[in-house]
């Protein structure tokens, strides 16, 4: 069985400090990072423990994890495991990136986002541009404000035409966006539309919970992020026990990590095995030609 895991634990706290989001500068103590570490390091062990499943893994973390050697330690470790497909992590890359080279690049994977209060266009593009010549596959996207529109641009005219630019729609901003705001943002991300919507999830089957669990720091087992009643505990001699399809509860889903997995929305054939770390399947392919024509970038 292959199974896909949305790992949070218990760091809650960022070196940035973004105005829409509720972990911004928030601070946290040596006892509760040294927690969050001891917590990582259960999980890589219970990993290694049970090679007869193969893992796919991304980290979610309300925070920053790659400023802390342990997340950069756990995923040189998960990405060295044969039995581990894929370790993908999201994070705004204020790191260094030396430490790659210790992991399996083929299994490695980013999902990069770009604040641009909090880092210029050219240091996040500098950062981007070293995952792609240490060769690391990443996704990068930037949160979907006009007012970020001309950041926007410049990423797009500077990444390789092979990494994808998404685009995180600002559900509640929706209703003051021009036409032209959003053909904007669907112009340099194709799938820019599929993020807007409230996707009716009740009584639905998804993938999460049978395929694909989410798991806190000490090991309690979710369905998915969105769901918040356990359903198991990784540490528990029956945990497989918890493993079968279920019916969303939740009236709709309208977040990347959580809809992709609606068995309806067939999303698992747009993204491929880049799901976890939101690249689409064969997008240097049959996608990049989207993002060529002559004035598309215009701010």
């Known amino acids: 069985m292959h199974l896909k895991i949305?790992?949070?634990?218990?760091?809650?706290?960022?070196?940035?400090?973004c105005e829409y989001c509720p972990f911004a500068k928030k601070?946290?103590?040596?006892?509760?990072?040294?927690?969050?570490?001891?917590?990582?390091e259960r999980f890589i062990n219970w990993i290694a423990q049970n090679s007869h499943y193969k893992f796919s893994i991304l980290f979610t973390p309300w925070g920053e994890a790659l400023i802390h050697k342990w997340y950069q330690q756990a995923l040189v470790k998960l990405t060295q495991m044969p039995h581990v497909h894929k370790a993908a992590i999201q994070t705004n890359l204020s790191c260094k990136l030396d430490w790659v080279e210790d992991c399996n690049k083929a299994k490695m994977a980013f999902w990069a986002t770009f604040h641009p209060e909090w880092v210029t266009c050219n240091k996040f593009l500098s950062q981007c541009l070293e995952l792609n010549q240490r060769g690391i596959n990443f996704s990068?996207?930037?949160?979907?404000?006009?007012?970020?529109k001309a950041q926007i641009t410049y990423l797009r005219q500077n990444l390789p035409i092979h990494i994808y630019l998404w685009i995180n729609a600002v559900k509640k901003e929706l209703p003051n966006l021009s036409q032209e705001d959003r053909a904007f943002f669907q112009s340099i991300d194709p799938f820019y539309e599929l993020n807007t919507q409230h996707y009716p999830s009740l009584g639905k089957t998804?993938?999460?919970?049978?395929s694909l669990i989410s798991i806190d720091g000490e090991?309690?087992?979710?369905?998915?992020?969105?769901?918040?009643?356990?359903?198991?505990?990784?540490y528990d001699y029956n945990w497989e026990d918890s493993l079968f399809e279920r019916t969303c509860i939740n009236?709709?889903?309208?977040?990347?990590?959580?809809?992709?997995?609606?068995?309806?929305?067939?999303?698992?054939?747009?993204?491929?095995?880049?799901?976890?770390?939101?690249?689409?399947h064969n997008w240097d392919y049959n996608l990049a030609a989207l993002l060529t024509g002559e004035s598309k970038y215009k701010a």
Do not use: M, W
Not at 140 to 148: H, K, R
């Open 6 to 17: 949305l790992y949070r634990g218990s760091l809650i706290s960022c070196n940035y400090g």
């Open 27 to 40: 601070q946290q103590s040596a006892a509760e990072l040294a927690t969050d570490k001891q917590e990582i």
């Open 219 to 234: 090991g309690t087992i979710k369905r998915c992020h969105f769901i918040k009643s356990p359903i198991g505990n990784i």
């Open 251 to 280: 009236e709709t889903c309208h977040c990347h990590i959580g809809y992709v997995h609606l068995d309806y929305l067939e999303l698992d054939k747009v993204f491929g095995s880049g799901i976890l770390e939101r690249i689409p």
């Open 140 to 148: 990068a996207g930037v949160v979907g404000f006009p007012q970020f």
């Open 206 to 210: 998804c993938r999460a919970g049978k």
